[in-house]
């Protein structure tokens, strides 16, 4: 193993762990983008297409099931190819599926592209999940994964910016495709810059030792555990709960936020629209914060599953005052209260995704993220149908406003009850080995 500039004899560690973590943020970053544009063109897309809300909560449905396919699936590829090549078939599959969406003219075409589109992605979170844990201890893996998963907040901010702008000058169909070519940009930096520690010749020996300062077994290949033993271990189930209900939530901000402005508000999505933005950027600083508290935590001397379950909760508590929103008609009001519960969205993601290494070792983390991850999708395709009945009824008799309301009841209530189901079932985060 090579030393690089910044290792002096005392040992100056480098940060080159942080680099792999920029990659693994600008990829997600990627993913969301891709999937927000969807979200972001359906009033347009509506209109064009004649579709009612149950036609749109049908294709969200088609993704998000694909996504729940993809995710149990690639868990288990990842875990045993490992991140590099895991991410590279992730990344080409999802950016060819997201240019694909311009050449079709159907609402069952455009159901066929996103579930596609949902296979491809269902790589992201295992790949960079699984990364971390590659490259970095304990103590720093929530803030590693708080701040590449802000990447998903970043991509719902940087949507409001260019769609608007795409749509005006090319139109609806350049959006998909512009936005889509990204990915394969992101591909050749990939290929070029990511190795596993122990290969990575850019790396220091210090920062090598640093990364395996837990004295943890941290390979990205290995033989894969048994689903059957996996769905028999509590910690499964603990995350499977943290994801089936609350990733529904996420998936709901952001393909029905941008059209309840525009209906509500008369918010015109043909311009940028400072309340997403601000709102989408909360949730960028909710990811990163919630994962430097449970970090903090931990380095204070807290034990580490009471690090995670305090972050869980206060994550928790900061989604729960959106069931306000319908004792206001403030715009700005609620744009507060929308930032107050993504940004508790986004820490709890943070969080959730690292009770997996902290509970299970990392031959079956990306497993597990699959399992748990095909959970949040399977609510993320019963949730949006009920999305579309609720909203398409309240549509009916001129009230619109009072359907999206009584969602947000249930988006306020669904974190804090996640949260009860994991504290009854694994109270101190016991650590299944094998």
Same mark, same amino acid.
């Given at each position: 193993?090579?030393? #690089?500039?910044?290792?002096?004899?005392?040992?100056?560690?480098?940060?080159?762990?942080?680099?792999?973590?920029?990659?693994?943020?600008?990829?997600?970053?990627?993913?969301?983008?891709?999937?927000?544009?969807?979200?972001?063109?359906?009033?347009?897309?509506?209109?064009?297409?004649? $579709?009612?809300?149950?036609?749109?909560?049908?294709?969200? !449905?088609?993704?998000?099931?694909?996504?729940?396919?993809?995710?149990?699936?690639?868990?288990?590829?990842?875990?045993?190819?490992?991140?590099?090549?895991?991410?590279?078939?992730?990344?080409?599959?999802?950016?060819?599926?997201?240019?694909?969406?311009?050449?079709?003219?159907?609402?069952?075409?455009?159901?066929?592209?996103?579930?596609?589109?949902?296979?491809?992605?269902?790589?992201?979170?295992? +790949?960079?999940?699984?990364?971390?844990?590659?490259?970095?201890?304990?103590?720093?893996?929530?803030?590693?994964?708080?701040?590449?998963? +802000?990447?998903? #907040?970043?991509? !719902?901010?940087?949507?409001?910016?260019?769609?608007?702008?795409?749509?005006?000058?090319?139109?609806?169909?350049?959006?998909?495709?512009?936005?889509?070519?990204?990915?394969?940009? $992101?591909?050749?930096?990939?290929?070029?810059?990511?190795?596993?520690?122990?290969?990575?010749?850019?790396?220091?020996? !210090?920062?090598?030792?640093?990364?395996?300062?837990?004295?943890?077994?941290?390979?990205?290949?290995?033989? #894969?555990? %048994? $689903?059957?033993?996996?769905?028999?271990?509590?910690?499964?189930?603990?995350?499977?709960?943290? %994801?089936?209900?609350?990733? &529904?939530?996420?998936?709901?901000?952001?393909?029905?936020?941008?059209?309840?402005?525009?209906?509500?508000?008369?918010?015109?999505?043909?311009?940028?629209? &400072? &309340?997403?933005?601000?709102?989408?950027?909360?949730?960028?600083?909710? !990811?990163?914060?919630?994962?430097?508290?449970?970090?903090?935590?931990?380095?204070?001397?807290?034990?580490?599953? %009471?690090?995670?379950?305090?972050?869980?909760?206060?994550?928790?508590?900061?989604?729960?005052?959106?069931?306000?929103?319908?004792?206001?008609?403030?715009?700005?009001?609620?744009?507060?209260?929308?930032?107050?519960?993504?940004?508790?969205?986004?820490? $709890? +993601?943070?969080?959730?995704?690292?009770?997996?290494?902290?509970?299970?070792?990392?031959?079956?983390?990306? +497993?597990?993220?699959?399992?748990?991850?095909?959970?949040?999708?399977?609510?993320?395709?019963?949730?949006?149908?009920?999305?579309?009945?609720?909203?398409?009824?309240?549509?009916?008799?001129?009230?619109?406003?009072?359907?999206? #309301?009584?969602?947000?009841?249930?988006?306020?209530?669904?974190?804090?009850?996640?949260?009860?189901?994991?504290?009854?079932?694994?109270?101190?985060?016991?650590?299944?080995?094998?």
């Amino acid at each position: 193993m090579s030393t #690089n500039n910044n290792t002096t004899g005392q040992g100056k560690r480098g940060n080159y762990r942080w680099v792999v973590c920029g990659l693994l943020f600008f990829a997600t970053t990627i993913n969301y983008l891709d999937r927000q544009v969807m979200g972001y063109l359906k009033p347009v897309l509506e209109e064009k297409f004649h $579709w009612t809300e149950s036609d749109y909560s049908y294709i969200v !449905a088609a993704f998000t099931a694909a996504y729940a396919f993809g995710l149990l699936v690639f868990g288990r590829i990842i875990d045993k190819i490992g991140s590099k090549l895991g991410y590279t078939i992730s990344i080409t599959i999802w950016s060819i599926a997201a240019m694909l969406h311009a050449l079709v003219k159907t609402t069952f075409g455009f159901g066929a592209v996103r579930a596609l589109l949902g296979l491809g992605e269902s790589g992201n979170f295992p +790949s960079a999940v699984k990364t971390v844990v590659s490259w970095f201890p304990k103590k720093e893996r929530a803030l590693a994964t708080g701040f590449f998963d +802000s990447g998903s #907040n970043i991509g !719902a901010v940087l949507a409001p910016v260019i769609i608007p702008w795409i749509l005006g000058f090319y139109g609806w169909q350049a959006a998909f495709l512009i936005t889509g070519a990204i990915g394969f940009l $992101w591909l050749i930096a990939w290929r070029i810059f990511y190795e596993v520690p122990e290969k990575q010749r850019r790396l220091s020996e !210090a920062e090598l030792d640093y990364i395996k300062s837990d004295n943890e077994e941290q390979t990205e290949k290995g033989e #894969n555990i %048994k $689903w059957v033993k996996l769905f028999g271990l509590k910690q499964t189930w603990a995350f499977i709960i943290g %994801k089936f209900f609350t990733d &529904p939530i996420w998936y709901f901000f952001m393909y029905w936020l941008p059209s309840y402005f525009s209906s509500t508000f008369h918010l015109d999505l043909k311009k940028p629209s &400072p &309340p997403l933005i601000i709102i989408y950027t909360a949730a960028t600083v909710g !990811a990163i914060g919630g994962g430097y508290l449970s970090s903090k935590l931990i380095k204070k001397g807290w034990l580490v599953y %009471k690090a995670r379950k305090m972050a869980l909760l206060v994550s928790a508590l900061m989604v729960l005052p959106i069931i306000a929103t319908r004792y206001t008609d403030n715009m700005w009001v609620v744009v507060g209260l929308l930032c107050l519960a993504i940004a508790g969205n986004a820490a $709890w +993601s943070a969080n959730i995704f690292t009770i997996v290494s902290d509970m299970l070792p990392s031959k079956a983390v990306s +497993s597990v993220i699959g399992i748990g991850g095909m959970a949040g999708a399977v609510g993320g395709v019963l949730f949006p149908l009920g999305v579309g009945a609720i909203l398409d009824y309240y549509k009916g008799i001129n009230n619109l406003t009072a359907g999206y #309301n009584i969602l947000f009841i249930f988006c306020g209530l669904s974190f804090l009850i996640a949260w009860l189901l994991i504290h009854r079932l694994t109270p101190k985060m016991e650590r299944a080995d094998f």
